[in-house]
């Protein structure tokens, strides 16, 4: 026996050289590349149908300025009070932006929740004020929605149908600018500029969307962003069927929005004006009543003449008497503001702002109060009393009105405090001219009087000219630096995106199907599986015949060029490299690890190419509990192999019958004879010795169809006659996991000089490496034969 079932490696590192090729991953799947066109061809046309029937989609796109005192020119912003400037938060604007109050009244406005659209291929348009016809509704309930299709007849008739309410069936024609009753409700039609002949015969959807859907809608399309953080620039951008109704709510909506501010500024104005006439109308009455007065003292006094001596202590007194003046007068207007503010009546009014009071921390938080209380009604519009951020205003401007009271009431105890020290003063001044008259003082208190209301009447005087002016200049909050525009193009649907996505569907999902078909693939289908799972030496790879051609077993010609007859001509030469250098005859054992591997097939066909040789070859069927070899022949035995070795008076040559398997050449057979009850103890006995002893004498290959080593153990025990086990495994049958027990028979000596044959092998790209159609086969580059063109479906659907 030869070195070569020596020179073996542990089992452990058979699998160490395994990788991964990915040029014959690629090969394998450039084989299905039909149904990759086949994929790509279906997945690109949905995409596509997708595409043709989804309504376009517009982006607009609108730069604003929210106004601040900083970016309002100077020339106007002199002349205006404070309280019209307030302090800007970007974020508070861009809630409000997103209010749904200030989307529901801009719906309404441009009517925006009447929808009209045509078909155009698969695809519905949007036309929005470009509709050859407009309807306009009686009693508008924005709750409801309806749709209806109008189709145009002539000049002046259109015909309604297909109502999503009421009959279906109903179909009405009406004329323009006469109201029709419809089971949707009364109406008007109106034709647009644009309706003419063209027409007659179209068709166009008209819905009516529910108002607080339709200004979800838009919502939900609308993105309002900060261009630069330092800076109060707005870009609201949407998106929407119609790029002329996209640009239409976004400038309505501004207009809106500034409409709606401007009433909030007024509402301060108007306040603090309502103020400013109650006081007028109270210092105006006592006014009056002091001058009454003085008017009864000097008819009474022709006027009193005081001495020289006391004009320089009445000049520093009176000094004292108007800086006290000036402090009741604050005082005044201190205790004025305090009423106010305790007044129980108008805890939820704003606080009348620049009132005058010398304390301008006060002024501040009045200020600040009346922009947050301003703010809260704004969110109370938008929601409701229950948000959590009305809430937290409510809270806020709780204790900022508390914090404005303790203000108020410190402001009086100042002034208050400065009234005593100077009121100190003048007492002590005016006991320097107690000689003066008591009517000239009488006199002087009256007067007194009568400069304080005065003066109070001219303050307020001034405010009111000064809130009047400022109500009637009162600006927009924000402006519209770049009016809405975009691309004439739409964004969506996209053409190549949906097509470029039918491609790689359509390529990725035939790959992970191909890719998981060949990870899951457990089968032995190419000689790269066997060399990756056995150090066996793989004499040969037998291609699957076609037994459509021939019913005969062997399938080998003397001169074929065939795939399956060059088969078996490399596998009786590699025969000579793995036979022992002996003399005589060379036993050729055929086994397999289980029966339907194809090694009948395999003996008969191998014999058949030997004999080709001029070779003498017997064929010996040591199945001798099935004899599948011997029922292959129509011959009629008397004895066989199971005579043989029961009898020692039955001779070699009663045994051995000639086949007609080949017509001109020389292959004998030694049936089984009849099935033996023991085969076990026959093979075991020195007659199976004899016999191949006899037969290495008379031929010159001896072939021998044993049984599957794992069913039973007679292929392990007639194995010692042998000179070369050719192992059969049957490609797509066996499972990979297999290998490693039969490269444990390889390696523990249980066959002699042991080495396989892929049986069955078809055209499979999942047999990577080797296989009959890459690199080595023979269906490619070597063959003779001319094959068949296939149709176009049986090519595609073809797996081998």
Same mark, same amino acid.
């Given at each position: 026996?030869?070195?070569?079932?020596?020179?073996?490696?542990?089992?452990?590192?058979?699998?160490?050289?395994?990788?991964?090729?990915?040029?014959? !991953?690629?090969?394998?799947?450039?084989?299905?590349?039909?149904?990759?066109?086949?994929?790509?061809?279906?997945?690109?046309?949905?995409?596509?149908?997708?595409?043709?029937?989804?309504?376009?989609?517009?982006?607009?796109?609108?730069?604003?300025?929210?106004?601040?005192?900083?970016?309002?020119?100077?020339?106007?912003?002199?002349?205006?009070?404070?309280?019209?400037?307030?302090?800007?938060?970007?974020?508070?604007?861009?809630?409000?932006?997103?209010?749904?109050?200030?989307?529901?009244?801009?719906?309404?406005?441009?009517?925006?929740?009447?929808?009209?659209?045509?078909?155009?291929?698969?695809?519905?348009?949007?036309?929005?004020?470009?509709?050859?016809?407009?309807?306009?509704?009686?009693?508008?309930?924005?709750?409801?929605?309806?749709?209806?299709?109008?189709?145009?007849?002539?000049?002046?008739?259109?015909?309604?149908?297909?109502?999503?309410?009421?009959?279906?069936?109903?179909?009405?024609?009406?004329?323009?600018?006469?109201?029709?009753?419809?089971?949707?409700?009364?109406?008007?039609?109106?034709?647009?500029?644009?309706?003419?002949?063209?027409?007659?015969?179209?068709?166009?959807?008209?819905?009516?969307?529910?108002?607080?859907?339709?200004?979800?809608?838009?919502?939900?399309?609308?993105?309002?962003?900060?261009?630069?953080?330092?800076?109060?620039?707005?870009?609201?951008?949407?998106?929407?069927?119609?790029?002329?109704?996209?640009?239409?709510?976004?400038?309505?909506?501004?207009?809106?929005?500034?409409?709606?501010?401007?009433?909030?500024?007024?509402?301060?104005?108007?306040?603090?004006?309502?103020?400013?006439?109650?006081?007028?109308?109270?210092?105006?009455?006592?006014?009056?009543?002091?001058?009454?007065?003085?008017?009864?003292?000097?008819?009474?006094?022709?006027?009193?003449?005081?001495?020289?001596?006391?004009?320089?202590?009445?000049?520093?007194?009176?000094?004292?008497?108007?800086?006290?003046?000036?402090?009741?007068?604050?005082?005044?207007?201190?205790?004025?503001?305090?009423?106010?503010?305790?007044?129980?009546?108008?805890?939820?009014?704003?606080?009348?702002?620049?009132?005058?009071?010398?304390?301008?921390?006060?002024?501040?938080?009045?200020?600040?109060?009346?922009?947050?209380?301003?703010?809260?009604?704004?969110?109370?519009?938008?929601?409701?009393?229950?948000?959590?951020?009305?809430?937290?205003?409510?809270?806020?401007?709780?204790?900022?009105?508390?914090?404005?009271?303790?203000?108020?009431?410190?402001?009086?105890?100042?002034?208050?405090?400065?009234?005593?020290?100077?009121?100190?003063?003048?007492?002590?001044?005016?006991?320097?001219?107690?000689?003066?008259?008591?009517?000239?003082?009488?006199?002087?208190?009256?007067?007194?009087?009568?400069?304080?209301?005065?003066?109070?009447?001219?303050?307020?005087?001034?405010?009111?000219?000064?809130?009047?002016?400022?109500?009637?200049?009162?600006?927009?909050?924000?402006?519209?630096?770049?009016?809405?525009?975009?691309?004439?193009?739409?964004?969506?649907?996209?053409?190549?995106?949906?097509?470029?996505?039918?491609?790689?569907?359509?390529?990725?999902?035939?790959?992970?199907?191909?890719?998981?078909?060949?990870?899951?693939?457990?089968?032995?289908?190419?000689?790269?599986?066997?060399?990756?799972?056995?150090?066996?030496?793989?004499?040969?790879?037998?291609?699957?015949?076609?037994?459509?051609?021939?019913?005969?077993?062997?399938?080998?010609?003397?001169?074929?060029?065939?795939?399956?007859?060059?088969?078996?001509?490399?596998?009786?030469?590699?025969?000579?490299?793995?036979?022992?250098?002996?003399?005589?005859?060379?036993?050729?054992?055929?086994?397999?690890?289980?029966?339907?591997?194809?090694?009948?097939?395999?003996?008969?066909?191998?014999?058949?190419?030997?004999?080709?040789?001029?070779?003498?070859?017997?064929?010996?069927?040591?199945?001798?509990?099935?004899?599948?070899?011997?029922?292959?022949?129509?011959?009629?035995?008397?004895?066989?192999?199971?005579?043989?070795?029961?009898?020692?008076?039955?001779?070699?040559?009663?045994?051995?019958?000639?086949?007609?398997?080949?017509?001109?050449?020389?292959?004998?057979?030694?049936?089984?004879?009849?099935?033996?009850?023991?085969?076990?103890?026959?093979?075991?006995?020195?007659?199976?010795?004899?016999?191949?002893?006899?037969?290495?004498?008379?031929?010159?290959?001896?072939?021998?169809?044993?049984?599957? !080593?794992?069913?039973?153990?007679?292929?392990?025990?007639?194995?010692?006659?042998?000179?070369?086990?050719?192992?059969?495994?049957?490609?797509?049958?066996?499972?990979?996991?297999?290998?490693?027990?039969?490269?444990?028979?390889?390696?523990?000596?249980?066959?002699?000089?042991?080495?396989?044959?892929?049986?069955?092998?078809?055209?499979?790209?999942?047999?990577?490496?080797?296989?009959?159609?890459?690199?080595?086969?023979?269906?490619?580059?070597?063959?003779?034969?001319?094959?068949?063109?296939?149709?176009?479906?049986?090519?595609?659907?073809?797996?081998?």
């Amino acid at each position: 026996m030869s070195n070569t079932a020596n020179n073996y490696q542990p089992i452990e590192g058979l699998n160490a050289h395994k990788t991964i090729n990915l040029l014959d !991953i690629v090969n394998y799947l450039l084989h299905y590349w039909k149904w990759y066109v086949l994929s790509i061809l279906v997945f690109t046309s949905y995409f596509y149908y997708q595409y043709s029937k989804s309504p376009y989609v517009f982006r607009r796109a609108e730069t604003v300025m929210i106004k601040t005192p900083e970016n309002t020119p100077t020339s106007s912003r002199v002349t205006r009070s404070s309280m019209f400037y307030n302090t800007v938060s970007v974020a508070s604007e861009i809630l409000q932006l997103k209010s749904k109050e200030l989307m529901r009244q801009t719906v309404t406005s441009l009517h925006a929740d009447i929808s009209y659209s045509e078909k155009r291929g698969l695809r519905q348009v949007e036309l929005y004020k470009d509709a050859p016809v407009l309807i306009h509704l009686i009693h508008n309930n924005s709750y409801e929605g309806f749709e209806f299709d109008l189709k145009g007849i002539d000049k002046e008739t259109v015909e309604l149908f297909g109502f999503s309410k009421g009959d279906p069936s109903v179909r009405i024609k009406a004329k323009f600018n006469e109201e029709i009753q419809t089971p949707v409700g009364k109406m008007t039609l109106t034709a647009n500029n644009n309706y003419d002949e063209y027409f007659f015969g179209e068709e166009i959807l008209i819905k009516k969307i529910p108002l607080e859907a339709m200004a979800a809608y838009f919502l939900s399309n609308m993105t309002i962003q900060q261009l630069q953080d330092d800076a109060n620039l707005l870009e609201i951008s949407i998106q929407d069927g119609s790029p002329k109704r996209a640009d239409d709510i976004i400038t309505k909506m501004i207009e809106v929005y500034n409409e709606l501010t401007v009433i909030d500024k007024n509402q301060i104005a108007n306040n603090t004006s309502n103020f400013i006439k109650e006081r007028l109308q109270i210092i105006e009455s006592e006014l009056g009543s002091v001058e009454s007065d003085i008017e009864n003292l000097k008819s009474r006094n022709q006027g009193i003449d005081v001495g020289t001596a006391s004009e320089i202590y009445l000049t520093d007194s009176r000094q004292y008497q108007a800086d006290k003046n000036k402090i009741e007068t604050d005082i005044k207007l201190a205790n004025m503001m305090r009423d106010y503010l305790r007044s129980a009546e108008r805890t939820k009014d704003l606080i009348p702002n620049n009132t005058g009071l010398v304390d301008a921390n006060v002024e501040s938080q009045i200020n600040e109060y009346n922009n947050i209380l301003l703010k809260k009604n704004r969110l109370e519009e938008g929601s409701s009393s229950e948000n959590p951020i009305v809430k937290e205003l409510n809270r806020d401007l709780s204790s900022m009105r508390g914090n404005i009271n303790r203000a108020v009431d410190n402001a009086v105890e100042g002034l208050r405090i400065k009234l005593t020290n100077v009121d100190r003063e003048y007492r002590r001044l005016t006991g320097k001219v107690m000689e003066i008259p008591k009517k000239e003082r009488t006199m002087l208190s009256v007067e007194r009087q009568q400069k304080v209301k005065e003066e109070l009447y001219l303050f307020l005087l001034n405010k009111r000219e000064e809130n009047a002016l400022n109500q009637a200049m009162t600006e927009d909050n924000m402006r519209i630096i770049d009016p809405a525009t975009g691309s004439g193009a739409p964004i969506s649907p996209s053409k190549f995106r949906k097509v470029g996505l039918g491609v790689g569907l359509g390529f990725l999902i035939p790959t992970i199907i191909l890719l998981a078909m060949l990870m899951l693939d457990t089968k032995v289908r190419g000689k790269g599986d066997l060399e990756n799972g056995l150090s066996i030496p793989v004499m040969g790879e037998i291609p699957l015949a076609d037994n459509k051609k021939s019913t005969s077993d062997v399938k080998v010609f003397e001169n074929g060029r065939d795939p399956l007859t060059e088969s078996f001509r490399i596998l009786r030469t590699n025969l000579s490299f793995m036979s022992p250098e002996s003399q005589g005859a060379k036993v050729i054992m055929l086994s397999s690890s289980r029966i339907g591997a194809g090694k009948t097939f395999s003996a008969l066909n191998l014999s058949a190419t030997l004999a080709f040789l001029n070779k003498k070859v017997v064929l010996v069927d040591l199945d001798i509990r099935k004899g599948t070899l011997s029922s292959k022949f129509n011959l009629e035995v008397d004895k066989g192999v199971t005579h043989y070795l029961a009898n020692h008076s039955v001779d070699l040559s009663e045994i051995i019958y000639p086949t007609n398997l080949l017509n001109d050449y020389n292959v004998d057979l030694i049936p089984i004879g009849v099935p033996a009850p023991n085969p076990v103890e026959l093979l075991l006995s020195k007659r199976l010795d004899d016999l191949f002893g006899q037969l290495r004498e008379v031929y010159d290959y001896i072939v021998v169809d044993s049984v599957p !080593i794992e069913i039973v153990a007679d292929g392990y025990i007639s194995n010692r006659v042998t000179d070369l086990t050719l192992f059969v495994i049957r490609s797509g049958k066996m499972d990979k996991r297999q290998l490693p027990e039969i490269e444990k028979v390889y390696q523990n000596h249980k066959l002699k000089n042991m080495a396989v044959v892929l049986n069955g092998v078809k055209e499979d790209p999942r047999s990577y490496g080797y296989g009959y159609g890459y690199g080595y086969g023979y269906g490619y580059g070597y063959g003779y034969e001319v094959q068949k063109k296939k149709g176009f479906f049986s090519n595609l659907f073809r797996r081998s």
